[in-house]
C-alpha cells in the first residue's frame, strides 16, 4: 500500500481531527505540518526537548509553550516557577529557550492539526429515508 501510495503521490487525509486526538499526536516529523518544522526538528533545543524533557506529543509542546508567568525572563536565570522546574527536573540550561522553540514549533503545525485550531470531528448524518433507499 505505502509503494503505491508513494508512486501515485498520494498522502493521508482527514475531514476534521478531534482536538484530543491532535494533542496525541507525535510532535516530531509531524504528518500535518509546513516543511519548517524539519528544520526545527534537527535544531540544538529540539534535543533538549526530545531528550531532556520527554517530549513526544504535540500536547506536551503545547503545555510548555502555553506556560505563562509574569516573573518570567528570557535569560537562563529566569526564576519563574516553570524555569526553575525545568533547570532542576529535566536538567535543562535553557528553559526559555526551550519554550520559545515549542512555539515556533506550534506555528508549523497546519491549523486542521493543531489542537487549538482544530475542529470535532466530522458526523455523517444519514436520514432514515436514505437507508431505506440503500436497502
Not at 516530531?28 to 535544531?43: A, R
Not at 517530549?55 to 529566569?78: D, F
Not at 508549523?108 to 485550531?117: A, E, G, H, V, Y
Request: with cysteine; proline share 5%.
Amino acid at each position: 500500500i505505502i509503494k503505491t501510495a508513494k508512486k501515485y503521490n498520494v498522502c493521508w487525509e482527514a475531514i476534521s481531527i478531534d482536538p484530543n486526538i491532535a494533542k496525541q499526536l507525535l510532535a516530531w516529523f509531524h504528518i500535518g505540518t509546513l516543511h519548517e518544522l524539519n528544520k526545527l526538528n534537527n535544531h540544538l533545543y529540539a534535543t533538549c526537548l526530545r531528550e531532556k524533557h520527554q517530549i513526544t506529543s504535540v500536547g506536551q509542546i503545547e503545555t510548555i509553550a502555553s506556560r505563562n508567568s509574569p516573573l518570567h525572563r528570557q535569560n537562563k536565570n529566569c526564576l519563574c516557577i516553570h524555569c526553575m522546574q525545568d533547570r532542576t527536573i529535566s536538567n535543562c540550561d535553557k528553559p526559555f529557550k526551550c519554550a520559545k522553540l515549542a512555539k515556533d514549533i506550534l506555528k508549523c503545525i497546519l491549523p486542521k492539526w493543531c489542537p487549538q485550531t482544530s475542529t470535532h470531528p466530522y458526523a455523517l448524518n444519514i436520514a432514515p429515508e436514505q437507508i431505506t433507499a440503500n436497502d
